[in-house]
């Protein structure tokens, strides 16, 4: 993968591209994006600006998505393309090419936890990459202006951090109204033998009985369940 740039052109270009010569990093070996532009690509016939990404096949220089700066060598994935990221794995692009999508692992934070992910992040829950599941992820702070709980949602990304956007616990996705779909706190079952309250005011915690009859809640840290 490159970036190029002839010299009518202001801005550089993503493209796939076959280079020779250039030894590609290991999968999550350290690495820097094109390279930090310090070393331009060379060839015959070649007059455009170039620059290679220095890692191997299949895979992209991609910045952590907590921790600012920490660039590492990950798999390349395409949601387009059905190029697909592992269960404990989503893809993410800080870019708006698909070329620049990456595979990072999951946190597996508790998202019942303010904190979880330290300073300026949050632990949201969302949807894996083959839709079949739920993963926790840190992620920096979404929504300035997060909905509060009970408003109509189309995403969990909407609701503020602890919530998510999820129907009735009792009935499978796919059956709700769109009027039942809302920012709902999350909770956590109490442990066996105890009966410490989870929710506030007259809400209790009720398990996902409906959801988890279609959807893998395996990379949950917790037995996850929501306020209604």
């Given at each position: 993968?490159?970036i190029?740039k ?12 076959c ?19 310090a ?6 016939g070649?007059l ?11 895979l ?6 907590v ?32 070329f ?7 946190d ?10 330290g300073?300026d ?6 949807p ?32 503020r ?21 809302i920012?709902r ?8 033998g ?6 506030s005011?007259?809400q ?10 279609t ?14």
């Amino acid at each position: 993968m490159a970036i190029r740039k002839s010299a009518q052109q202001n801005e550089f270009q993503v493209y796939s591209a076959c280079v020779a010569g250039v030894p590609g990093k290991r999968l999550d070996s350290p690495c820097r994006p094109w390279g930090d532009r310090a070393q331009r690509h060379q060839a015959p016939g070649l007059l455009d600006e170039m620059y290679v990404d220095p890692c191997g096949l299949g895979l992209v220089c991609t910045n952590d998505l907590v921790l600012s700066g920490n660039y590492t060598c990950r798999p390349i994935c395409d949601f387009e393309a059905q190029r697909l990221c592992q269960p404990k794995q989503v893809c993410y692009s800080g870019a708006p090419t698909a070329f620049e999508q990456a595979c990072l692992p999951i946190d597996a934070c508790d998202p019942t936890q303010r904190g979880a992910c330290g300073e300026d992040n949050e632990c949201y829950l969302r949807p894996n990459d083959m839709a079949k599941g739920v993963v926790t992820v840190c992620l920096p702070l979404i929504n300035d202006a997060p909905f509060a709980d009970g408003a109509m949602c189309e995403s969990t990304f909407n609701c503020r951090p602890g919530s998510w956007c999820w129907g009735p616990a009792d009935r499978r996705p796919g059956d709700w109204t769109e009027s039942e779909q809302i920012c709902r706190p999350v909770c956590a079952l109490p442990a066996a033998g105890t009966s410490a309250p989870a929710c506030s005011g007259a809400q209790i915690c009720k398990d996902l009985t409906g959801a988890r009859a279609t959807l893998d809640f395996t990379a949950i840290p917790i037995q996850l369940a929501q306020c209604e």
